[in-house]
């Protein structure tokens, strides 16, 4: 019975479908090297396929693009989408025969526009569907013509069909040793769009510090600032009262 069910297992972890590895329809959260320490301006740079996909059916924004809008609901950012020069087939099954000959030849598949102000950013989300328990090809292509996100702090995201997203998290310290890589979030794609889905992403967010509500305080400037002197959100001189203040430049929570 023990050699049944081991064969079982193996079974289903075999899938040929690009978007399963294991059990379906979970939420996978890994912590990452820094915890709430994200800061300063913010960017999502994403890749997502509409069309027909596996458990959701024909859609006409891809699962993680669903992902993004929660995230730009929640947090001030700005987005970048990576989009293939050439598009994906609509149809699942042909898809599936693009991005199979695209790993087997270890591809490089040609991106339509590119992003030139990365520059800008401190933060940046990147993220995208999980094929065959990795990320697709193309991150690859974007990956190695922006060497400068090895220096800035990166959290993965995305949505799978059960294998996580802990593959993105490998493929950016395989390419950005140097950078700080935060907690990740996937979510099944067959779940993105129910609607526990956004609070999921809003907690994660929190966890960040980088739901609207923190950002907003943290871009909070006084006019002045002494070193030791508390000021309200308002920018007026405080006491040592309970509630949000600024002291030198810095946000700080005082619960007396």
């Known amino acids: 019975m023990l050699a049944l069910c081991a064969v079982i297992v193996a079974l289903a972890c075999s899938s040929n479908d690009p978007e399963v ?3 379906t329809g979970a939420t996978e959260v890994n912590g990452g090297e820094g915890e709430g320490t994200a800061k300063g301006k913010m960017l999502v740079i994403y890749f997502s396929r509409a069309g027909e996909n596996w458990q959701v059916g024909v ?19 700005d987005v970048f989408e990576i989009v293939p020069e050439a598009a994906y087939p609509p149809g ?30 401190e933060t940046i989300f990147i993220g995208g569907p999980i094929w065959w328990a990795r990320p697709p090809m193309i991150f690859r292509t974007f990956f190695e013509a922006h060497p400068e996100l090895n220096d800035k702090t ?6 799978h069909g059960g294998s996580g997203v802990s593959s993105y998290t490998s493929l950016l310290k395989e390419y950005f040793p140097n950078a700080t890589i935060l907690e990740s979030l996937g979510i ?14 809003e907690n994660w967010l929190k966890r960040l510090g980088v739901d609207k509500q923190s950002t907003a305080i943290s871009n909070v400037r006084t006019r002045a600032a002494t070193n030791g002197v508390s000021h309200s959100i308002s920018g007026i001189r405080s006491g040592n009262q309970q509630g949000i203040q600024i002291r030198d430049g810095q946000k700080h929570i005082n619960r007396r």
């Open 21 to 23: 590895d294991g059990t």
């Open 59 to 77: 859609v006409e924004r891809g699962n993680t693009a669903i992902m993004v809008d929660y995230i730009q609901d929640l947090a001030d950012v």
């Open 92 to 121: 699942y099954e042909d898809t599936k025969t693009v991005a199979t000959a695209e790993f087997n030849n270890n591809a490089r598949p040609a991106i339509k526009t590119d992003i030139t102000n990365i520059a800008d950013y």
């Open 154 to 159: 990166l959290i993965p995201f995305g949505t």
């Open 188 to 201: 099944s794609g067959a779940s993105i769009r129910d609607s526990s889905s956004k609070g999921t992403v």
